[in-house]
């Protein structure tokens, strides 16, 4: 996690509309750093900034015909850093496409539905709990 108090997380969507609501209600819920792409090329060129989780949706052809997929896109976020979590989010609800997606090491699935927003806040807790209780347990560790 980074050093400062915010959480720095990345959305990436290509459904302008969605995107925008996504990153008001987690502006509304939470203290995060949020940056948002409306393509997996503009988040893939932004991991310099190192997040510390990122949410992807599964199809990004909205904008360009040729664009990455969220699946290239987490493949190339986990070659970047494999510890970065990242929850894909889509409107499938087919069990095969998360399957697929847990196949290439995304923390979590999450439908596009009318409890996605809950769910995510829900996943990102979590993920934020663990990610502090191991950066105390590495702190303590480094002590002994």
């Known amino acids: 996690m980074n050093n400062t108090n915010k959480i720095k ?3 990436v969507d290509d ?10 209600d987690f502006r509304n819920h939470a203290n995060f750093d949020i ?6 090329e503009l988040c893939v060129d932004n991991l310099h900034l190192k997040p510390d989780l990122i949410v992807l949706d599964y199809h990004l052809d909205g904008i360009e015909a040729e664009a990455m997929n969220g699946l290239e896109t987490l493949d190339k976020i986990k070659d970047f850093n494999n510890n970065i979590p990242v929850i894909m989010l889509s ?4 069990i095969d496409v998360a399957i697929s997606c847990m196949h290439h090491n995304a923390t979590d699935y999450v439908v596009k ?3 996605a927003f809950m769910r995510l806040q829900k ?13 105390k347990l590495n702190w ?3 002590r002994m």
Do not use: P, R, W
Request: aromatic share 10%; net charge negative; glycine share 2%.
């Open 91 to 94: 409107s499938q609800d087919k």
């Open 9 to 11: 997380l990345f959305l």
């Open 140 to 142: 303590y560790m480094e």
């Open 15 to 24: 459904d302008v509309v969605f995107l925008k609501s996504l990153e008001i």
């Open 123 to 135: 996943i990102i807790t979590s993920i934020v709990e663990l990610k502090i209780i191991e950066k």
């Open 113 to 115: 539905s009318e409890t």
């Open 35 to 40: 940056q948002t792409f409306a393509t997996g």
